[in-house]
Each structure stands twice: as structure tokens, then as C-alpha cells.
């Protein structure tokens, strides 16, 4: 099983900040990774595919880069909005398709 | 657009089993995985399982002596049943649409169900 390995914990940042989310993967995914954004009683969301690839409506301040083993989620202005857990998944190894443990982005 | 609707029922007692449906609205059926990942209390995301319209499925290995997925392909419909839950069970879990054409991705999900396991 591919352990995938998100840091952060947590991440302070103030609104109109950039915040930069990393996931490492315990053997390579190739580029066969996303990104979600989880807010409280609500479905995750994907934002990102293929490691980089912005999901149909996501706005531009997020980008995703990064291939192999690490990864990087980047908000490169933080809207209200945007403060939730993230969480990586892979979609190389299966079964499972598993997903880091997640990063809280909280207001600073 | 596509949506997912699930429900099932949400308190179950030890040794019980767990049982929730999930239906497609709009968008194809036939093409994709249809999954289920679960989230326990202050915990992170854990991927259950998945079927394809063919009734294929595949299970996460930690969980697999107990759950089952199914499908309807006439009504649009896929299920889970976990057998023989305990408390380790409570979650809220969600059904989900794998996108499997190009790069994986779950694309659509459902609204969660949360179920609580407790004498």
C-alpha cells in the first residue's frame, strides 16, 4: 500500500496570503495524484488532477505541480473561502486509492 | 449535471450491518467506478471500495472480509453493506464518481451519510 504523507498538520495563514501544502508519497505515483478541499458538513471537492490539472471551475489561485513522490498544492491568494482541510489522493497503486492524512488551513 | 444522492440508515447497534445506496442523476453510468470512502470522527479520508457497471469491484484490503458493493445499472444505483460493525465503524461515509478516462480522479460526490455505531 502507497502511504501518502501530507504536511503541514496545520497551516496559519492570513487572507491574501500565499499557503503552499505539501503530500509525499511512499513510492512513486507518477503524476496520478489529487487535491481536495473538505469543509465541514459538506462533500469533498476535487480541485486538482493529474498533479496539475485545475478541475472544471476551480478558480486560477490554486495550482498543483510536482511528479513522482512529492507534491505541491499551492493557494496563492487565500480567500475566505478557501480555509478547510485539503487532503492528496493517489491513483496509482491500487487497491487502495488512498489519501493523506490532510491539512487544516485556519485563519491566522 | 451530474448529481449523487445516498441514503441509508444511520445507527446501528454492534454486529449489525451497515447498508447505504447511492443513485446517479444525469451523466452517463455506464464508463465509470462508482466508489465509497468513509471519514470517521476527526479523522482523515479512508477509501472503501468501488464497482464498475459491470459488477466489477474492488475493496480496500483492511476492510475487505466485510464489505460488499453491488450494483443496478437499471435503476442507476450502487450499494454498500459492511458487515458485522463496531464502533470503529462510525463515519460518515460518501459515495463517489471515479473518473477513470485519462488521469483518476473522484469528480463527484455525494452529501455524506453519517452513521453512528452504538449499543
Given amino acids: 500500500e502507497i502511504v501518502m504523507t501530507q504536511s503541514p498538520a496545520t497551516l496559519s495563514v492570513s487572507p491574501g496570503e500565499r499557503a503552499t501544502l505539501s503530500c509525499r508519497a511512499s513510492q512513486s505515483v507518477s503524476s496520478n495524484l489529487a487535491w481536495y478541499q473538505h469543509k465541514p458538513g459538506q462533500a469533498p471537492r476535487l480541485l486538482i488532477y493529474g498533479a496539475s490539472t485545475r478541475a472544471t471551475g476551480i478558480p486560477a489561485r490554486f495550482s498543483g505541480s510536482g511528479s513522482g513522490t512529492e507534491f505541491t498544492l499551492t493557494i496563492s491568494s487565500l480567500q475566505s473561502e478557501d480555509f478547510a482541510v485539503y487532503y492528496c489522493q493517489q491513483f496509482n497503486n491500487w487497491p487502495p486509492w488512498t489519501f493523506g492524512q490532510g491539512t487544516k488551513v485556519e485563519i491566522k | ?119
Fill in chain 2, 1 to 119: 449535471q451530474v448529481q449523487l444522492q445516498q441514503w441509508g440508515a444511520g445507527l446501528l447497534k454492534p454486529s449489525e450491518t451497515l447498508s447505504l445506496t447511492c443513485a446517479v442523476y444525469g451523466g452517463s453510468f455506464n464508463g465509470y467506478h462508482w466508489n465509497w470512502i468513509r471519514q470517521p470522527p476527526g479523522k482523515g479520508l479512508e477509501w472503501i471500495g468501488e464497482i464498475n457497471h459491470g459488477g466489477s469491484t474492488n475493496y480496500n484490503p483492511s476492510l475487505k472480509s466485510r464489505v460488499a458493493i453491488s450494483v443496478d445499472t437499471s435503476k442507476n444505483q450502487f450499494s454498500l453493506k459492511v458487515s458485522s460493525v463496531t464502533a470503529a465503524d462510525t463515519a460518515v461515509y460518501y459515495c463517489a464518481r471515479l473518473h477513470s478516462s485519462g488521469w483518476y480522479r473522484l469528480d463527484y460526490w455525494g452529501q455524506g451519510t453519517p452513521v453512528t455505531v452504538s449499543s
